[in-house]
Each structure stands twice: as C-alpha cells, then as structure tokens.
C-alpha cells in the first residue's frame, strides 16, 4: 500500500526566506510519481510540481524545487524567496503507474508567511 | 484554455436526499478522477473514469456513483446522504489514463457539499 507522512501541521515563516516543507513516502512500486499541490483557502488544489521516481534530476519550477531522495523516500519541497501569497495548505501526493489514476495525498502542511 | 470546471460551487442537502455534482475536465483530458476532502484531511480517492469507463474506485460505499459522457465531462453521485458526507468534492483531470506518461492531474475548484 502507498502511504504519504507529512510531519509538519504547521509552520510561520518569514517573508523573504526559503522554507523546505518535509514529505516522505511509502510505496512497493517500481514506478511511481510524486507531486506537490497548493490549497488556498478558496479549496482549488493548484499543481506545483512533479516528479518522477526515475528522473535522475530534482524538479524544478519557478521559485519551486523537489529535493527527491529515493533511498530515503523523501520528496521536500522547497519554496524560496517565500512571498505572501504562499500562505497555503500544502500536499505532498503520489501515484503508482498500474491501472488507474488514483493520487494518495498526506495529510498536509499549513504554511504562514509572516511579513 | 479553461481549466478544469465543476458546478455548483457550493450545495446544501439534507440527510436522506441525493446529490450530482458535474465535472467538466479540460479541452483533451479523456480521464476524470473525483476525490472527497474532508475540514482538516488530505482528498480521498472515490472514482476514476477513463473513456467512459470506471478505471478505479476508492473505499467509499455504493451510495457513491458515477460516469462519465462521450464529451468526457462526468458526474459524481450520492445518494441517502450522511451527515458525513459533508466535504469538499474535487474533481481532477488528465491526458492519460494512467502509465507512466501520465504526469498531470489538474484540480478544478471543488463543490463544498454541507448536509444538514
């Protein structure tokens, strides 16, 4: 079974600075993606990032990047130059490639950024 | 391009009735996943469809169906509803079906369902 741990409830972070969001995993599968989406409070779950279990590169997107370590199956996302706006819940996600298109989500990061 | 569109935004019910919510992915996406998130907890897989076919169901009780139209967009039933029911319901779209190409899921905005 796959299971996404997110062991940070909440965090305050102050504008400006680079704030790493911690994301560790559990999967049998070979082949399998990891994904980061943004929840504003208005509830549209936003993509920000993928990655996938054989790229041999980190993500990266913008002012986001992936810090993937398979051998320790942790997927951190890292946000710099933190902005206001990045005020959010934060999911780290997975998928396996087998049949379907099911994405388990972890339980979430609140994320404050404090001018 | 729009993105992924769901209606309605917001929805009242009360115990015992039945619900839709729609779904309208984006332009090219043939497959539709619906989740359910309830205050406080990461989305829930309930259903995806592909091609208008049910390519995967999530742990949640016959009182939840769905399908999906030749133009791709779906609906999301409830019937009987439970005080439990009461969450966000996304909808999320992508290309492909599954596979290892299939590296986007799109959210739209999510109905929040209260039952009262």
């Known amino acids: 079974a796959q299971k996404i741990t997110q062991t940070q409830p909440g965090m305050f972070v102050q504008e400006k600075e680079a704030v790493t969001l911690d994301c560790t995993y559990d999967?049998?599968?070979?082949?399998?993606?990891l994904f980061w989406y943004k929840q504003p409070s208005s509830g549209e779950m936003i993509f920000l990032i993928y990655?996938?279990?054989?790229?041999?590169q980190n993500a990266t997107e913008g002012r986001y990047s992936l810090n993937f370590q398979k051998a320790r199956k942790s997927a951190n996302l890292v946000i710099s130059a933190s902005q206001l706006g990045d005020s959010a819940m934060y999911f780290c996600?997975?998928?396996?490639?087998?049949?379907?298109?099911?994405?388990?989500f972890g339980k979430g990061t609140r994320l404050h950024i404090l001018p | 391009d729009a993105g992924v569109t769901q209606s309605p935004t917001h929805l009242i019910k009360t115990r015992g009735q039945q619900v839709t919510l729609r779904c309208s992915p984006i332009?090219?996406?043939?497959?539709v996943s619906w989740y359910q998130q309830v205050l406080g907890q990461g989305p829930q897989f309930i259903f995806q469809?592909?091609?208008?076919?049910e390519r995967g169901r999530g742990n949640f009780p016959d009182r939840f169906s769905a399908r999906q139209f030749p133009n791709y967009s779906s609906e999301l039933n409830v019937n009987a509803l439970l005080l439990g029911d009461s969450a966000l319901y996304l909808c999320?779209?992508?290309?492909?079906?599954w596979g290892l190409g299939n590296t986007e899921a799109f959210f739209g905005q999510g109905t929040r369902l209260t039952v009262v």
């Open positions: 999967t049998s599968d070979q082949s399998y993606g």
């Open positions: 999320a779209s992508s290309l492909l079906g």
């Open positions: 469809y592909y091609e208008k076919e």
């Open positions: 332009s090219g996406h043939k497959s």
């Open positions: 996600a997975m998928k396996g490639y087998d049949r379907d298109d099911k994405i388990i």
């Open positions: 990655q996938g279990s054989y790229d041999e």
